[in-house]
């Protein structure tokens, strides 16, 4: 079984359409394992929670968290729908980056960054991770976020599960280029 088309599929239903397979998710994004291999398995047969949990445990961006339990399962950020996914406000370091592609550039620069079709801006602790996420969308281009400035002004910032900075969006006052 291909593990990466799996969790492809995973993320689509935990993130942005859990109807793909009729389940539903709570206020805080959370989903019925059962329900979710039931639904995963008539598309990939065979799947099942040793598959889900070598998926939790082993994707690189570490997607998805199990409650206590594991009855339970959410992605940990990236949704399109409305979730509450409980994220704590934490004061960030004084910069965080942003990767992109070199074709975004222009209206980023003119804008800001906005989150698109996701609930939040996603930004990178490091400058390698924000290159291999602008890498994902073509020739990448790095942002500095003055993100010190930014919470000094009365921005919040959350600290995902997977180590991800999300905010609702960055003004071109606080947009360095490198």
């Known amino acids: 079984m291909d593990l990466i088309s799996v969790s ?4 689509l239903i935990l993130r942005h359409k859990p109807e793909t397979i009729n389940i539903t998710l709570d206020e805080h994004g959370w989903a019925n394992v059962d329900e979710l291999i039931d639904g995963v398995a008539k598309q990939y047969p065979g799947f099942d929670m040793t598959e889900l949990e070598a998926i939790v445990r082993t994707d690189n961006k570490q997607r998805y968290s ?3 339990d594991k009855t339970l399962i959410r992605a940990n950020q990236g949704h399109s729908i409305p979730v509450d996914v409980e994220l704590k406000e934490v004061e960030p370091p004084q910069y965080l980056y942003h ?35 602008g890498s994902r969308h073509g020739k990448p281009f790095v942002y500095t976020i003055d993100s010190g400035k930014m919470y000094q002004d009365g921005y919040k910032f959350y600290l995902s599960e997977n180590g991800v900075w ?13």
């Open 8 to 11: 492809k599929f995973i993320s």
């Open 166 to 178: 999300l905010t609702k969006e960055v003004p071109t006052k606080y947009l360095i280029k490198i």
């Open 99 to 133: 990767g992109t592609a070199t074709r975004f550039v222009t209206i980023i620069s003119k804008e800001g960054l906005k989150p698109m079709s996701r609930l939040y801006v996603h930004l990178s602790k490091d400058f390698d991770t924000a290159i291999k996420v």
């Open 66 to 68: 199990f409650n206590g």
